[in-house]
């Protein structure tokens, strides 16, 4: 296990080099949604996320995801008629078509996709890190899943997620309250079987 001082700049370098990378921060959520607490994060311009995570996840291949995206660019990507926000992420809203082929992770097979969206004042960190994102890539939006595998439940303590890390092939955890990224090398293949190498 590797302890890394980390800026949102070196997780979106994970990010955009298709790492999954979860992040950990403040309190445990409750609801149905995770909300940038307790999330799983990929880059949603990979065509191939619904495989990779859910493989990762342990989930069957075709559960979609959804997307945590700033606030004051949702308009711009999906059609929110007059819908202001969508904090808790309890809406799926059409895609906008010009923008679907640049965000396939997280587009639905009804073009859809459910949406959170974030502003600095709801989560200071988790903004941030989606706005360097942004700069980085003209994306203003992340992938984001529940920091759970599949049929277990979601990881409250930074132990379990320590532990999820083991039992699965994400090797990266985002911790911004310590700006640190702590890595648990790769020890099983997508399949969750154990690797001898």
Not at 57 to 67: G, T
Not at 83 to 104: C, G, R, T
Request: charged content about 20%; overall charge negative; proline content about 5%.
């Amino acid at each position: 296990m590797n302890y890394i001082e980390a800026s949102y700049n070196d997780v979106v370098d994970l990010l955009v080099k298709n790492n999954i990378v979860c992040i950990f921060q403040g309190r445990t959520e409750a609801g149905p949604r995770a909300l940038g607490n307790r999330s799983v994060l990929y880059d949603p311009r990979d065509s191939g996320a619904l495989r990779k995570v859910n493989a990762a996840k342990n989930r069957q291949w075709w559960r979609p995801f959804a997307a945590s995206v700033l606030e004051e660019h949702a308009a711009e990507w999906f059609e929110m008629l007059t819908l202001k926000s969508s904090p808790y992420m309890m809406y799926a809203i059409p895609v906008k078509e010009d923008k679907k082929e640049l965000i396939p992770g997280v587009v639905h097979v009804d073009g859809t996709c459910r949406i959170q969206t974030v502003t600095e004042e709801q989560n200071y960190h988790y903004y941030h890190l989606i706005k360097t994102f942004y700069e980085e890539t003209g994306i203003p939006m992340l992938f984001n899943t529940s920091l759970n595998l599949g049929g277990q439940v979601i990881c409250h303590t930074i132990y379990d997620t320590y532990d999820m890390l083991h039992r699965s092939s994400i090797e990266y955890v985002y911790q911004p309250e310590e700006q640190k990224i702590v890595h648990i090398p790769n020890q099983v293949n997508v399949a969750g079987q154990t690797c001898l190498s």
